[in-house]
């Protein structure tokens, strides 16, 4: 079964059932016909044991058991076409009239049979449908009738009809199996495509597809599912392409900056403020490829790795307040008003570490890009089981065509690109991948100009868990 192909198999199983139902059906046909017959028999026999029953008669004290006209029908003369034997007997079995038919055979009475039964047995050899009854004038026993009917012609039509269904069933079935095949063929023909599409399909040539069949059944459905697979597996690879090649930019950069301040510093003696101005811009430039490494790191440790996630209660005032201490020094020299609304104290059920690294990129953004005395609001309030952070600053905003592109790795808004703002472009990717991890609710608005707002839903923290 292993060694058959997958069309031969569906036509082997379909003409495995299809065959259990010819055979149901053609011995239904063969016992109907069979019933019909014997009930057509039995139903003569029947007719002729009551009329001759009524034809008994006493003429001159003497038992007249059949008319000469009777006797001389051709049905009690012939063995060949349609034969009604009969048969009288007395009380003790012998025979005292019989039908001249019998010639010298006669009809063997059935001890073990009860009297009107209907029975098979034998005369000559040739097989006869058999009923044996008692007689009686005048309420008095005085012998038996047997009466049978010949079943040669019957059992020929049952025979040929049994040789016509012996011979008929293997050739039905044959052509099934063939028509079975030629259609499961037809029908697993997308199964071949899938095949030949998978067999050109590598890692650099993911443009084909699967043609999609006419019909709109389960290979339609299998067929499509594989392209939608090879959608995603092409885009995924592309992005990872992307990344990479835009990562090995952005490393490439700050390199080539420290690379060239060197070169300019050993080429002639300088001063040590020259020295120093030179050494710190370097420094500046590694602090920020050390930002840009972390952050890459981050992505790799925590892409689609929900196993890593540790839920616990976590504080999320503190939290806030850690991600503005790391920007103390920017506050203080932009002058930028910080307003924390934070009327309590607020817990939620998340994972500590993502949760604090979403919060410093967010706060982050707000205050690095925010103008000279400005204001940065934070706020933070409760709803049923959730709470909501809500981080809004009056920076410079974000063009809205660029509000779905902020969440592909490097990229930054034309309205960002200021030279004195410093940026990998990978902080709300990373927030956007963390809080889909964490499965929490994030929305950003935002407007040339007028500023940016961020909205954090977070689930609760629930006190009775221990």
């Not at 010819?22 to 017959?37: E, H, Q």
């Not at 002058?335 to 994972?351: C, K, T």
């Not at 600053?393 to 809205?400: E, R, S, T």
Request: charged share 25%; with cysteine.
């Amino acid at each position: 079964m292993t060694s058959l192909s997958f069309r031969n198999r569906i036509a082997l199983n379909y003409i495995v059932g299809t065959g259990l139902l010819v055979l149901a059906v053609f011995s239904a046909i063969y016992f109907i016909v069979k019933l019909t017959v014997y009930n057509h028999i039995d139903e003569n026999l029947n007719i002729e044991v009551q009329d001759h029953l009524k034809e008994l008669k006493i003429e001159n004290g003497v038992v007249v058991f059949m008319d000469t006209e009777e006797w001389e029908e051709r049905e009690h003369n012939s063995v060949d076409v349609n034969p009604v034997f009969v048969q009288f007997l007395d009380l003790n079995k012998k025979i005292l009239e019989k039908s001249p038919n019998l010639k010298n055979e006669k009809l063997a009475f059935h001890e073990n049979k009860d009297h009107f039964e209907l029975f098979d047995t034998k005369l000559l050899g040739n097989k006869i449908r058999q009923m044996q009854v008692p007689l009686h004038i005048k309420s008095r026993k005085i012998g038996y009738l047997i009466i049978a009917m010949s079943l040669s012609d019957s059992s020929k039509v049952l025979d040929n009809l049994m040789d016509t269904l012996l011979i008929t069933f293997p050739i039905i079935l044959l052509i099934l199996f063939f028509l079975a095949r030629f259609y499961a063929g037809r029908s697993i023909k997308p199964i071949n495509n899938i095949i030949q599409t998978s067999k050109i399909i590598t890692k650099d040539n993911l443009k084909s597809r699967i043609p999609l069949p006419k019909t709109r059944d389960e290979l339609f459905t299998l067929s499509n599912t594989i392209n939608n697979l090879l959608d995603r597996l092409e885009d995924a690879i592309e992005r990872e392409k992307q990344f990479t090649s835009d990562a090995s930019h952005e490393l490439r950069t700050p390199l080539t900056v420290i690379k060239g301040t060197l070169e300019v510093l050993i080429r002639k003696p300088r001063d040590n403020s020259e020295y120093k101005e030179k050494i710190n811009y370097c420094i500046n430039e590694v602090d920020h490829l050390n930002s840009l490494v972390d952050q890459l790191l981050l992505m790799a440790r925590f892409e689609n790795q929900k196993k890593n996630i540790n839920r616990e209660k976590v504080y999320l005032n503190a939290a806030v307040l850690d991600a503005l201490a790391l920007k103390e020094d920017k506050i203080k020299s932009d002058r930028i008003n910080v307003v924390l609304d934070a009327p309590g104290e607020f817990y939620i059920y998340s994972d500590n570490y993502l949760t604090v690294t979403i919060l410093r990129n967010i706060i982050s953004n707000a205050i690095k890009y925010s103008k000279p005395d400005s204001e940065v609001r934070i706020s933070l309030s409760r709803e049923n089981d959730t709470i909501s952070c809500t981080v809004s600053d009056q920076g410079i905003g974000i063009a809205k065509k660029d509000l779905e592109s902020i969440f592909n790795p490097f990229f930054r808004s034309d309205s960002l690109n200021h030279a004195e703002i410093k940026g990998t472009g990978l902080g709300l990717f990373i927030v956007k991948r963390m809080t889909d991890l964490l499965q929490i609710k994030f929305k950003i608005e935002s407007e040339i100009g007028k500023g940016t707002q961020v909205l954090l839903v977070f689930e609760e923290y629930d006190h009775s868990l221990k």
